[in-house]
């Protein structure tokens, strides 16, 4: 089974199981498994009866082209449930995020809501800890004054190596998050311990957000090579 066919299905099956009927306010978050989150939401008979709340650039423009109706986490701070993808997930439901540079504002969603679901392929789930199977390194946003800074103490907590992400073939110099900041790539092997890792870095002058997201989902949904869906639940 192909990828694609993977995803569609974990998130199909997501949807359906777990959104709740009356449900006012829906995160919907970015990346490649999320386009069949909004695509089944979007298919919902009920849909003009909740907004749903962006993550990002990307998810916007999935909200409004799959007939949705748009609001902000400013507007409506409460949140129902909310669906997103990941980079990485432990047995443990800890995760990895912000490959696509939304990871604050995907925290922001995540940690309004009251039911936090993950959707991702197979590829995403890592047998043991954080850190094995996604190698680019946890990506850390940061005020763009204080990279150097930050750096220099990343390394005092374990890193092995950090890379100011670049903006690649399209911008010369580093990519811009959706809030004007930096984001570093950092390196740390596995994790045997995210949520200290989180607290330690967090707590560093100059960091706005950290991509470790622990103890937020209660349920993550693998499209699995076979055709078959795979369900990790706290």
């Not at 998810?59 to 799959?66: A, E, G, Q, R, Y």
């Not at 997103?84 to 939304?102: Q, R, T, V, W, Y």
């Not at 004007?180 to 994790?191: E, P, Q, S, T």
């Amino acid at each position: 089974m192909s990828v694609e066919s993977a995803k569609k299905l974990a998130a199909y099956k997501a949807v359906d199981e777990n959104f709740p009927p009356a449900a006012k306010v829906v995160g919907v978050g970015s990346g490649s498994t999320v386009v069949y989150v909004a695509e089944r939401i979007g298919q919902l008979k009920n849909k003009h009866q909740f907004v749903c709340i962006p993550t990002g650039f990307q998810s916007k423009n999935l909200i409004i082209d799959n007939g949705l109706q748009l609001g902000s986490i400013e507007q409506y701070p409460d949140v129902d449930i909310a669906f997103d993808g990941a980079d990485e997930c432990d047995p443990s439901l800890n995760l990895i995020k912000g490959g696509g540079a939304c990871l604050f504002q995907e925290k922001l969603v995540a940690a309004s809501a009251k039911t936090f679901i993950v959707v991702a392929d197979y590829r995403k789930k890592s047998p043991k800890a954080l850190g094995t199977n996604w190698t680019q390194g946890v990506p850390i946003e940061v005020v763009p004054n204080a990279w150097v800074k930050v750096s220099s103490e990343l390394k005092k907590l374990g890193a092995k190596k950090i890379d100011l992400r670049s903006g690649g073939n399209a911008k010369a110099g580093p990519v811009i998050t959706d809030n004007n900041n930096c984001l570093l790539d950092v390196d740390f092997g596995a994790i045997e311990d995210p949520e200290a890792l989180h607290t330690k870095i967090k707590a560093l002058v100059g960091v706005v957000e950290t991509g470790l997201f622990c103890g937020m989902a209660q349920k993550a949904y693998f499209g699995e090579e076979s055709g078959e869906v795979s369900v990790l639940a706290k």
